[in-house]
């Protein structure tokens, strides 16, 4: 069973589109994470929902909106895609503890190419 | 603002050789992890330190938290190209961050 599931797992598009990329965890956590890893491998966090609430908002265009129906679910929405946002974009999930976030459990990426 | 090192950045090395990876910061962490990386995947946890000090086995690869829980190193004994990959390390608090990476090679 996959732990952390994202769709789709390549994604290519035109500059100005809008797309989806969605993700499910069935581990039971109350915690769900987007990163950016950019070309050079640099992950770096977007969001962070935790029990459906947003808790991190890193510094992020808003054409960068995410989405937590339920605590298993967390998807991101882009508008008017830009060269710049190509990337490879990962879920993760943790259960958060009283030191913090708490193990990362990731998906296995989608690579965003826009051209 | 808080940031995380990783040195090297790149390390490519001969089968059987030692090596070490670093990752520091100015800031205290309650906890750092370390994971890797293969290409097409998404990281995968290799371990977490809590205690300033810890020291933490995983087969060849020994952890150590630093006294002040600012830094951590990743040493690799005997190295293995299946070793092959990017380390980042992930310092965590009230939120994670994450290093650069190191990424690693083994020749066989």
């Known amino acids: 069973d996959t732990a952390v599931s994202q769709t789709p797992k390549y994604l290519v598009t035109q500059m100005g589109n809008d797309k989806s990329i969605k993700c499910e965890q069935n581990?039971?956590?109350?915690?769900m994470y987007w990163y950016k890893q950019d070309s050079k491998k640099f992950l770096k966090i977007m969001f962070s929902?935790?029990?459906?609430?947003?808790?991190i908002n890193e510094t992020v265009p808003n054409r960068f909106s995410p989405k937590s129906p339920d605590k298993a679910h967390l998807n991101l929405h882009i508008n008017s895609l830009e060269l710049g946002d190509s990337a490879v974009y990962f879920c993760?999930?943790?259960?958060?503890?009283?030191?913090?976030?708490?193990?990362?459990?990731f998906g296995p990426g989608t690579r965003l190419l826009v051209l | 603002t808080q940031l995380l090192e990783q040195s090297p950045q790149f390390l490519s090395i001969q089968e059987g050789e030692n090596l070490t990876v670093y990752c520091n910061s100015s800031?205290?962490?309650?906890?750092l992890q370390w994971y890797r990386q293969e290409p097409g995947e998404g990281p995968v946890l290799l371990v977490t330190?809590?205690?300033?000090?810890e020291v933490k086995k995983l087969k060849r690869l020994t952890f150590q938290f630093g006294d002040a829980r600012k830094d951590s190193s990743l040493h690799i004994t005997a190295a293995q190209p299946g070793d092959t990959g990017l380390y980042l390390c992930?310092?965590?608090?009230?939120?994670?961050?994450f290093g650069k990476g190191t990424r690693l090679h083994i020749l066989p």
């Open positions: 993760a999930s943790s259960q958060w503890a009283s030191g913090g976030p708490g193990t990362q459990y």
């Open positions: 581990l039971g956590h109350d915690t």
């Open positions: 929902y935790n029990n459906k609430e947003l808790i």
């Open positions: 800031s205290v962490f309650s906890s």
């Open positions: 330190v809590v205690t300033g000090g």
């Open positions: 992930a310092g965590s608090d009230d939120k994670i961050i």
